[in-house]
Structures are given as structure tokens and as C-alpha cells.
DNA sequence: ATCCGCAAATGACATGGGTCAAATGTTGAA
DNA sequence: TTCAACATTTGACCCATGTCATTTGCGGAT
């Protein structure tokens, strides 16, 4: 096999990709996808606990989660970190750098994890051809914003079991979405991450995943959840907005 | 006067709009400016507390605040309101509209306020021939993007008097890019607003207000604020971020 | 001016969830 | 297998803020 043939098999592909359909490719042209394929490089792997980017870094392109998970956060001077966003197979990160072309906030693994980067110079050449792209562009951009702001509102107004119910509601349905059980599933972060994620103590997650337990909602042992009653879970969070389309 | 001239003279024109090196126009060639300028709607005019949209609601465009000021926020069920963002005059709002080109929060005047609108199917368009309104918009969204993430932080990790001393910074150094005093100013909105925005409850606004002043920091007379020792507000704030950023 | 209605301030009290400390699990290295 | 380091859980205590009730103040209408 010469070099030529190895490159082309290494070269990641999009439209190969078992993710493609939740990933920035989806509803592009087999035309489009090419083009876009040619810019993306090939995955990266690290392994967890591994900073990706932090602020001030050069923001260099889009990132889309292949295997694993990501966290994003910012810091305050004192070292509490607050978590921003999980990023999990199929996600995508990193428009915090899009303002100056610099991030703004952390990215680091949350366990073993690969990823594609999507160059945005070249991302936003295509752009200039192509409105389809521009469009999943826009979509992608204001999903983020509806994310943030969704994470807004609960650590603005809801208690620490709403809290803890809106996450699993949201962790669930994302794995839904990807073909997993949504009653049955890995958590890839901490207890601390998920209490830096929820704005409260860690202690508090702790006491919280027992009462749930004791009420029969959810079994929950280490990483592994498993949700009960799915129903009891949706009553605890009374929101106008649908988790579901988070 | 014929027609013709007086649609001319109503006509918003972004080149002579006192805004425009802060709002969209920003480091547009004057060509690039007069093509977006063509699209833009004339300004329209509110009174306070009138919605201007709702979630589910279709998503036109952009929105520029001219005069006033916007808020856009989420509710619970019960009522609850999360304040997601204040808009000052030259700031945007609407990119909540994105995600399915329906917006999912709502924006609602807080003061007689007057704003313009960019209709977003002729701005996509336009960002298909001029790379340099492309970033602009970038920037744009990376702003929306980095704010909410600054909220997010305020949310979850601050105390109560570092969101107030928060808020305060960012209001003040808004106006200063405004070309406004950053030490003596008017607040568009509500203590029942600044509590919301800020995830605490009014009452806790009005103590530290209190407090602020009894210290020698500031002096309010109802909206009016006078930052009398802005050092001493940026030590009660210690996060990594710079907030002049914001 | 006076009155009304709402916004803001104040006081008294209650409590959700934070903090601290200790015990218990879990994992990975040697 | 054992140990060390770290994650998680549990318990006891308490404080920053929320809640509720009341008062005060302002601004617009008449």
C-alpha cells in the first residue's frame, strides 16, 4: 500500500461517518458534504483530563465530538470553575472563539475522547458557496444559544432537584436521539462536574441521586443510571420550554 | 416633498445612524454598508413593556436597539421569569430565532424604545457575496455566545454582591463604549428586572443596594446611579474574565 | 395639591443548600 | 494483594438568601 492510499484511508470521512447525521454534514448535498469532507482533519484522540484549548488560544475551527465527552467552563480567580457545557458524541464546540477569533473559555476531556476539527477559514470560504452550509451554520449556532440559554434559566430559577432532573432529562434524550436507551446510560462525568455544571455543592448531587433513588425514580450505581420513571422525572421540572428539544 | 423623497428621508440609513460603529455596520466598506443598508426596515417605535416576541414565533430578522432598551427572557411554568440579557442602544438581540427560524424566548421593551430590524433571509444573501459581513456576523454571534457564558458564571458561581457588582461593571462599561459616563447613569430597568437577570430576589437587590451605598461605593437615587469607587467594585468581582470585555 | 397604584425598601423569620469533617468506596500503580 | 490517591457518600451544623408582611416613596391622573 503506498503512501497515497494510506492517506486516503486514514483521511476521515463525513459522509462514512457513523455521527454524520447528527454532526454539521446533516442535511448538506452529497456534493456539499464532499467539499466540506476534503477540509476536516482526521480525529485526534486524547485521553481524559486533557486541556484542549483554554483563553486566549487561537481559535482555529469548529470542533465536533466523536467518541467520549467534552466539558467547556470558565473559571473565577479563586479556582471554582463553572461548567458550561457537555459536549457528547456528535456535538459540536469551540464557537466560543468566534468574537475574536480567540477563545474565551476552557475545553477539556472528560473521559477517553476523539474529535474532528473543522477549520473555520476554509469552513467559511465554502460558506460563500454554498447557502445550504450557511444555513446548517445558523442552526448549529443558534442551538448553542438556546442551550446556554436553557442553562440560564436553570441556574437562575430552579431548585436543586429541578436542576438535577433537567440534566438527566437532557442527558437522556440526547442518548435518545443517538439510537441509545434513553432509560439506561453512562454518565461520562463526575459527580463534581455535574455539580459544577448545576451550580450547587457536590454534596448536594450526592443527597439528591439518594432521594431520587428512595423514591423510586431512578437506580443509580457509580456512572450507570437507570430511570425508572421517566414520568416523575418530567413532573419535578415544570419549565415552559420542552427539555426534549434541548 | 414628492413620494419618493419623504420614503427617502424615512428611510433608516445605517451610515448616519450615530450607532452604526456599534452595531452590525460595524467595519463595513461604505459599498458593503449601502447594500446592507437597503434592507434595512425603518425604525419602529415602542412604550414600555410591550412584547415585541414570543416563543414559537416566526423569526424575521436581526434586531438593533436604536433608543430604550430590550430584555429578553425565558418563564417557567409558574410564572418564574429568567432575564437572559439586556440590550442597550447599539447592541443586538434575536439570534435566539436561529436554531428553527422560530424564536424560542421573548423580548419586551422596558422603556419607551425604538429599534430596527434586519431581515435575515436578505442579510444571508448579502453573506454570500461579502466575506467581510460574513465575519461581522461571526463576531456577532461569538459576542451573544461569550455573554450568556459570562451569565452563566454569575449564575451559578457568584454570590449575591458579586452579581450586583457584576451587572454594575458591565452596564457601566456599556455605556462607556457608548461614549457615555461609565461612573454616572440612568438604569433602563427595574429592580424587579436586575433581580431576575441576576437569579436573586428583589428584596436582596434593594439590601444591597443599600449596603453598596453605606460603603461609600456608590450612590442611587432610584434609576440613577453614581459609582463613586470603581476600584472597590472591581475587587468585590474576581473572576478570570475581564468584564470590560463583556 | 391630593389621591391612587405600583415600585422600592425594610424588618422579622424560615430554610435550602453550603461548608466542614469524617467515613467509605473505587481505581490504578507497584 | 496491598496501598495510596482520589471520588463519593454521609452527617452535623449554619449562614446567605429567600419569603412574607408591612411601610414608604414616587409619579401620573384628575
Known sequence: MNQLQLAKQLKVSCESCSLSDLCLPKGLSPFELEKLDDYIERPRKLEPNVQIYQPGEKFFGIYAVRTGGVKTYLTKKTGEQQILGFHLPGEIFGLDGLEHFAHRCYASTMDNTSYCV??????????????????????????????????????????AHERLATFL???????????????????????????????????????????????????????????????????MVINCEDPESF
Do not use: W
Open 118 to 159: 473543522i477549520p473555520f477559514e476554509r469552513l467559511d470560504e465554502l460558506c460563500g458557496e454554498l447557502p445550504e452550509l450557511r444555513r446548517q451554520i445558523y442552526k448549529l449556532f443558534g442551538h448553542e444559544l438556546n442551550c446556554d440559554h436553557a442553562h440560564e434559566l436553570l441556574l437562575g430559577q430552579q431548585t
Open 169 to 235: 432529562l437532557s442527558i437522556s434524550s440526547r442518548f435518545k436521539n443517538r439510537g441509545f436507551s434513553p432509560n439506561s446510560f453512562m454518565l461520562p462525568m463526575s459527580r463534581h462536574d455535574i455539580a459544577c455544571y448545576l451550580g450547587i455543592a457536590v454534596e448536594t448531587v450526592s443527597r439528591l441521586f439518594k432521594s431520587f433513588q428512595q423514591q423510586g425514580i431512578l437506580k443509580i450505581n457509580r456512572k450507570q443510571v437507570d430511570i425508572q420513571d421517566m414520568e416523575r422525572l418530567r413532573e
